[in-house]
């Protein structure tokens, strides 16, 4: 044994003999690209702007489907975008383009909470986008950031100062003011006393609800895949697959059991005359969803989850202002002046977050509210999984 191992430690390479010489063994060298491609996967800016633009191209999409004032089906649209999406990255996974994780059993069932809380965030949000406009829609998400910043507070070890308290509560005046313009659009338009105003304000309401709870889904979901990502070790495609494998059989079900498959209901959902459209554009939604699926993913693992919805904040006014351009949102004063407070909130946030940075590298830490460091909480969970 001792032998062996000697033999094992001084063992060298001569090459390939040519006649009384020996040609040295050839070594391979990474390349170039492969280098360039790692550092741009790396690169926390080159996420930001890939998460934004899907996010504008994945917005866009849904309004003009959900636009439809007898459209109803809305698990439905979501399991075709959850199938194209997982037909596009096997055939690219087919032809060599990407790899990621075959489906086990085991990491199914750790990653399944994380599939449940996309699909409440993915449902409600179109809910909540059918009855209300772009801009108020993007302006109510940012209430989503508060949630995610408690938090990360709580099981991250994140913190809050008085900059981004500010913040926040910019973001809360924004929607505040976002409703109130809304709300005072309709009756402006349509009468107070009239039935069309109470049917409008009614709407409204219940596009406020929807939003409510799409702000919970949300933070739900981004805190929930970032733990998740620490304890399995998800790439960007594995997270992307698993998603939405493990969403097509629960969209699915309940699109066959809670929507309504009548031949009066298809045919209200899908009018003769905007048929195709319709369909061409729910399959693209379910192509665009495969790019907003690794951006987000890919935003998350290398930013944090703060971060992630901050991005998604910053970028509002694009999507604000294609709401505006491509559909019918109301153009006021009031509700141009909500996109302003809420795009002045994320400018505050972000010089916020800065400023925490740069004092953590300075040795001066801020106080948190964290019974355990993130790496301890993620063990912990790890060994009770």
Not at 188 to 211: I, P, Q
Not at 255 to 283: C, G, H, Q, T
């Amino acid at each position: 044994m001792a032998d062996d191992k000697k033999r094992d430690d001084y063992t060298v390479e001569m090459g390939e003999r040519n006649g009384n010489t020996f040609e040295p063994p050839k070594t391979s060298r990474p390349a170039p690209a492969s280098a360039s491609v790692t550092a741009i996967t790396n690169n926390p800016i080159f996420a930001i702007l890939a998460y934004c633009g899907s996010s504008i191209l994945m917005t866009v999409t849904n309004k003009f489907v959900l636009s439809g004032l007898d459209f109803n089906l809305n698990f439905f649209l979501l399991c075709v975008q959850s199938v194209v999406c997982v037909v596009a990255i096997q055939t690219c996974k087919t032809v060599g383009l990407i790899s990621y994780r075959d489906f086990h059993t085991d990491e199914a069932r750790k990653w399944f909470p994380v599939a449940l809380l996309l699909i409440g965030t993915i449902y409600t949000s179109t809910k909540a986008l059918q009855f209300l406009s772009i801009p108020v829609y993007t302006i109510f998400k940012n209430l989503t950031i508060i949630l995610i910043a408690y938090g990360e507070v709580l099981w991250f070890g994140g913190s809050v100062t008085g900059m981004a308290l500010f913040s926040f509560g910019l973001m809360v005046l924004s929607s505040v003011v976002a409703a109130w313009a809304d709300i005072k659009h309709a009756l402006e338009t349509y009468g107070h006393a009239s039935d069309v105003a109470s049917d409008k304000v009614s709407t409204l309401n219940a596009g406020y609800m929807w939003m409510m709870f799409n702000c919970f889904c949300s933070a739900a979901f981004v805190l929930g895949m970032r733990k998740r990502i620490k304890l399995t070790g998800f790439k960007d495609f594995d997270t992307m697959f698993y998603n939405n494998v493990l969403s097509i059989p629960i969209l699915l079900g309940c699109s066959l059991f809670v929507e309504n498959w009548s031949s009066e209901n298809v045919a209200k959902n899908f009018p003769e005359d905007n048929r195709n459209n319709l369909i061409l554009a729910m399959i693209f939604s379910g192509l665009s969803s495969v790019f907003i699926s690794y951006t987000s993913a890919w935003c998350v693992r290398v930013t944090t989850s703060t971060t992630y919805s901050m991005v998604g904040a910053l970028n509002k006014l694009p999507i604000a202002l294609s709401g505006l351009i491509l559909f019918d949102a109301p153009r006021t004063i009031p509700s141009i002046s909500a996109i302003g407070i809420g795009s002045v909130s994320g400018v505050v946030f972000a010089l916020a977050k800065v400023k925490q940075s740069a004092k953590a590298k300075a040795g001066v830490l801020p106080t948190v509210n964290a019974p355990m460091s993130a790496s301890s909480q993620s063990a912990r969970d790890s060994m009770r999984s």
